[in-house]
């Protein structure tokens, strides 16, 4: 198997890497984003009242609000005034604008009023901060105080926003699993037996326990056998919620969620040519897999079937010490019994063997109701094609639709 050692780029056995991570490349995008909500709120305190001052006398805030508007009302394409819209939320109606500005001897600026929408962007941001302010407290790192001269800077130069924006893009994909190591070492732990792990980033056979520790990962399953060396080697690990390692995945969940968006997307695209970050990896995932000719294990049923006025049925499989034992058909309504199936039982380890590539890779994802894709509803949706789910000695995957 080979090692991504010589590819990452970085010690990840360290943990002041790991905080030089989130102070280098974290923290600016922070900046960033508290300078557009900071922005956002100079804005709606400038602009509840009485506008028709400020559209008269203030060429900034006119172009704010009014900038690339044609004779019409309507947004010429790039304008000004759209960015503030679509982003900020921060919108006059310009078709009641041009239409009184029309009129003989009415003052259009008398009758506006300017609106705050709470935009798909601003919400994006702000879960995006939510979870950076957190990982800045787990790094003890302080985030970096926007200051008052920054946002008249804005203020006074509107136009502004265009670069910051584009900043904001340029940061979310820079630390996105497509081009941090950093990013896809999470989705590599997020579930995983402890030996192909260590198998992938040697470097852990030593520090494992260490790594566990700052990056805050835990046993998801721990096989009931007697032999330490196959319980220590096939226990399932994961992440601890709201540790390090969970942050950072989340973080790039909803970065992947959001630009797989056609409405968000197509927003993002006034200021950038915008990536389907989630898409992409999805391909690069697929185009590994063949590559090293991995199939689903024929020997485990993912599917499910029924319906139409009948439960739905699937596979689950008893786990006997280091054994699947026996196979039982589930259904989906309480008035129906579950029934035995034939099964020749399977071995756990050369089960998990067989799916930890996809594991490895998120192809394959783990059920834990505490991970923010499985709460409802969930904050993101997983990039995996099945969810591996044990409850109570019994396993089952389950097919998902992408």
């Known amino acids: ?47 509840s009242n009485n506008i028709s001052d400020l559209i008269r006398n203030d060429t900034n805030i006119k172009q704010i609000l009014l900038g690339g508007v044609d004779k019409n009302g309507d947004y010429k394409p790039n304008s000004l005034a759209r960015m503030y819209m679509e982003f900020l939320g921060v919108s006059i109606n310009t078709k009641g604008w041009a239409s ?32 950076i302010d957190r990982l800045l407290s787990l790094s003890e790192i302080s985030e970096e105080e926007v200051k008052d001269e920054e946002i008249r800077d804005m203020l006074e130069n509107p136009e502004k926003i265009v670069n910051e924006l584009r900043e904001i893009y340029t940061q979310l994909v820079g630390i996105s ?6 990013t896809f070492f999470t989705i590599n732990t997020r579930c995983i037996p402890r030996y192909y792990i260590e198998q992938a980033y040697p470097k852990l056979k030593d520090k494992f326990e260490e790594v566990a520790e700052f990056l805050g990962l835990e046993p998801k399953f721990i096989p009931d056998v007697k032999e330490e060396e196959i319980k220590r080697n096939y226990t399932l690990w994961g992440h601890k919620e709201n540790g390090f390692a969970d942050l950072i995945y989340r973080l790039n969940g909803i970065i992947w969620e959001s630009f797989g968006r056609e409405e968000f997307r197509n927003v993002c695209e006034l200021i950038a040519v915008v990536r389907d970050l989630k898409q992409e990896y999805l391909e690069k ?28 049925w699937h596979q689950e499989y008893e786990i006997d010490g280091i054994w699947l034992d026996k196979c039982h058909e589930v259904p989906s309504w309480s008035r129906y019994s579950e029934r035995e199936v034939e099964f020749e039982g399977k071995s756990l380890t050369e089960l998990f063997n067989d799916i930890s590539p996809a594991l490895f890779l998120g192809y394959i994802g783990y059920y834990d109701e505490k991970y923010v894709e499985h709460k409802w509803p969930p904050l993101f949706r997983g990039v995996y094609n099945y969810t591996l789910i044990i409850r109570d000695n019994r396993l089952r995957i389950r097919r998902e639709e992408r």
């Open 100 to 131: 009184l500005s029309k009129q003989p001897g009415i003052n259009a600026a008398e009758y506006i009023k300017c609106n705050f929408a709470d935009t798909s962007f601003l919400q994006f941001v702000k879960e995006i901060k939510e979870i």
């Open 177 to 182: 699993a497509n081009h941090s190591y950093y």
């Open 1 to 47: 198997m080979k090692t991504y050692d010589e590819v990452v780029g970085f010690d990840y056995t360290n943990a002041e890497e790991w905080r030089s991570f989130v102070k280098n490349q974290i923290l600016p995008l922070h900046k960033s984003i508290s300078k557009i909500v900071k922005l956002r709120e100079s804005l709606e305190e400038l602009l």
């Open 285 to 312: 995932m697929d185009e590994k897999l063949f590559r090293i000719g991995w199939k689903f294990p024929d020997y485990i049923n993912p599917h499910e079937w029924g319906g139409s006025g009948e439960p739905y």
